[in-house]
């Protein structure tokens, strides 16, 4: 059965927050600016999607399956120099965002994706992408961006890189919940995973990694196998119906994006999550 994820009940931790926050306990956070990557790949049967488990121990989205995503960085607004592909002005127009804010949410979404799957996209020139990035010098570098003591134009810089903008298509946008004491305002992308690269589980905010069908990954959530967050859930259940990773790039081109904030309904002691 499809989860009705219109008005879902909330229980354990994010009920005590709603709770919290409709007695007046305290203000909504201000969302911070975070890019997700929908990373597909194709195989002979359907389209699979790459999904991380959050550690246990995060302060946010603990036990949940995500895609590969995070925070924009300070430094990602800088690499106007080593970008290729639609400009950020056309990203701006898409995100419903400035032209700089634009670009760093996609230098965030390609840095990321870097940072938690070990895949680049990016290239030496505006028609190549790097092949292999298992070695020893890639995983220093991913590790060097990830504690922040290099940043993101610095390695693009250092490389002799330009970021890839033109292998994304943006795909969704979601705000967290005004309940929730940390929120985000998410720009979803996808990606295709470039020939010759690899996933790796590297990130330490992971404890598990697998390359799943967006149907498999619904029915684990529908069955109480796998936990998701209503973006990551709705994503997966958007992508069922394509049929190669190129069908699903195209379809983002004309994709409606609108951001969609759900909002909490407390009703006969309940407290209930509602997404329009």
Known sequence: MVRDLKSQLLSGR??????????????????????TVILLRDTDQRPEVYLLRRQQT?????????????????????????WSGP??????????????????????????????????LAGPSTESVV???????????RVALESRTLGFA???????L???????????????????????????????LPAGQVTRDV??????VAWMAPADAVRAVEAGEMLMLPPTYLCC???IPYDAVADVLAASTSREIRPILPTVRIENDQAYLETT
């Open 14 to 35: 994010m009920a005590a927050e709603a709770f919290s926050f409709a007695r007046g306990e305290r203000a909504a956070a201000e969302p911070r600016p975070a890019s």
């Open 58 to 82: 995060m302060a946010f989205a603990a036990g949940m399956t995500v895609f590969p995503g995070g925070r924009v960085d300070a430094t990602d607004a800088s690499i106007a120099d080593s």
């Open 87 to 120: 400009s950020p002005e056309w990203f701006g127009e898409r995100l419903g965002c400035s032209a700089d804010t634009a670009a760093a949410y996609v230098a965030a979404a390609v840095r990321e994706t870097f940072e938690e799957s070990g895949v680049l």
């Open 131 to 141: 092949g292999d990035t298992t070695g020893d010098d890639w995983e220093a570098d």
């Open 154 to 160: 610095d390695f693009l810089h250092r490389r002799g």
């Open 162 to 192: 330009v970021l890839r903008a033109d292998l994304l298509g943006v795909w969704a946008h979601w705000i967290t919940p005004e309940f929730e004491p940390r929120r985000y305002d998410t720009r979803f992308f996808v990606a295709a």
């Open 203 to 208: 990130t330490s905010e992971s404890d598990q």
């Open 237 to 239: 259940r958007d992508l």
